[in-house]
């Protein structure tokens, strides 16, 4: 019985977060208060402060989802493809883009993001996390890139500062841009072949040397 009630419980929590994704992503986070989640999911307020201290933890909660997912990922790539840091980078950057069309929890999460948050008030405790994340995938990435230049598959000289924050700036730039106005260009088909040109730019563009001018 114990075990049936934990997993009512998850089942609530997970209902819950599905609600919330798409009231944030339709009305926006700050015009949604918790009393709409909880009408919207058919549950009580009760229920809802038992899984969640208030708004922004909900909120963190539904990202911590979608950045976890991006680890497993990359345990996933790395078995896939053993010694070939290259193409677990370029799969995982693939995986992003094509996932932010494909899958509704990830583009509707960073629709919010990008268009629908404000980060005051109740909201502010979420953008110092959206530091924290902001930094621990500026680490992620350069841990990436370090482990291509090792492998020889990236220039031994690449600027590894620059190179990583080209390489973010470029696929939150696709997504968002997307997101904001998806009619102007199909991202999905066209994923593989922005990666390839970023790529591309890594390996033979000498402005990301180290040795070039700054």
């Known amino acids: 019985m114990a075990r049936k009630t934990k997993q009512q419980a998850l089942e609530t929590r997970n209902h819950i977060l599905d609600v919330a994704i798409h009231l944030f992503s339709r009305q926006g986070v700050s015009a949604t208060s918790l009393a709409d989640i909880a009408q919207a999911a058919g549950v009580t307020r009760g229920a809802i402060y038992w899984h969640f201290r208030n708004k922004s933890d909900l909120f963190s909660e539904i990202w911590e989802l979608s ?12 078995a896939k493809y053993p010694g070939d840091p290259l193409s677990v980078l370029r799969e995982i950057l693939v995986y992003i883009l094509e996932a932010t069309v494909s899958e509704e929890r990830r583009r509707l999460m960073m629709e919010i993001i990008f268009h629908k948050c404000e980060f ?16 621990a995938s500026h680490e992620r990435i350069e841990q990436a890139l370090s482990r291509c230049m090792a492998a020889s598959m990236l220039p ?37 072949a922005f990666v390839e040109i970023l790529l591309e730019m890594y390996q033979f563009c000498p402005t990301l040397q180290k040795n070039a001018m700054t």
């Open 67 to 78: 950045e976890s997912s991006i680890g497993d990922l990359e345990t996933e790539y790395q």
């Open 156 to 192: 031994a000289t690449l600027n590894l500062r620059r190179a990583t924050l080209l390489m973010r700036s470029y696929i939150t730039g696709l997504m968002e841009n997307w997101l904001f106005a998806p009619q102007t260009f199909d991202l999905k088909s066209e994923a593989r």
């Open 120 to 135: 005051v008030g109740e909201m502010a405790r979420v953008q110092q996390l959206h530091r924290e994340y902001c930094l």
